[in-house]
């Protein structure tokens, strides 16, 4: 019976959470925050001033109020939630990608030491096929002693 109550109260505890999660995504969807300049929109996204910045190439939702690249920039928070959403897909095609490229290490890796077990293997076979030849071509003593 312990362990159904502790389970319940862990699942409650959980609900809760999820509860709170749902109400602050609920709110930040209704609230739209308007950010300006790029410490407030790193600070907002969690990462570097720098790491925004390229960002801004990799289609960042910022605007520019006037015009040039060193102009005072300013984004939306709903934008920018957006944009991390959306942009998800890409990250978990890129894990797809990043698995792929270390499955095909782990291959190349059996491949060599497949190759080394083979050449080894190879070389004991050259050598015995080398020993039986030299023991096939040797001539034969005389059982009777030759003399």
């Not at 006037?66 to 920018?80: D, F, N, T, W, Y």
Request: aromatic share 6%; glycine share 8%; with cysteine.
């Amino acid at each position: 019976m312990t362990t159904s109550m502790s389970h319940n109260s862990g699942s409650s505890s959980i609900a809760k959470k999820n509860a709170i999660l749902l109400v602050i995504a609920f709110c930040l969807t209704i609230f739209s925050v308007i950010l300006t300049g790029w410490k407030e929109i790193a600070r907002y996204m969690g990462c570097g001033v720098r790491t925004v910045q390229r960002w801004e190439g990799d289609g960042l939702p910022i605007r520019r109020p006037s015009p040039g690249k060193r102009s005072h920039v300013i984004a939306e928070s709903e934008q920018l939630d957006s944009w991390v959403r959306n942009s998800a897909f890409w990250r978990a095609e890129d894990k797809h990608i990043l698995v792929a490229i270390e499955r095909n290490a782990v291959l190349r890796e059996e491949i060599k030491e497949r190759r080394m077990t083979l050449r080894s293997n190879m070389r004991q076979l050259k050598s015995e096929m080398a020993a039986l030849r030299a023991k096939r071509h040797r001539p034969k003593e005389e059982p009777g002693g030759g003399g």
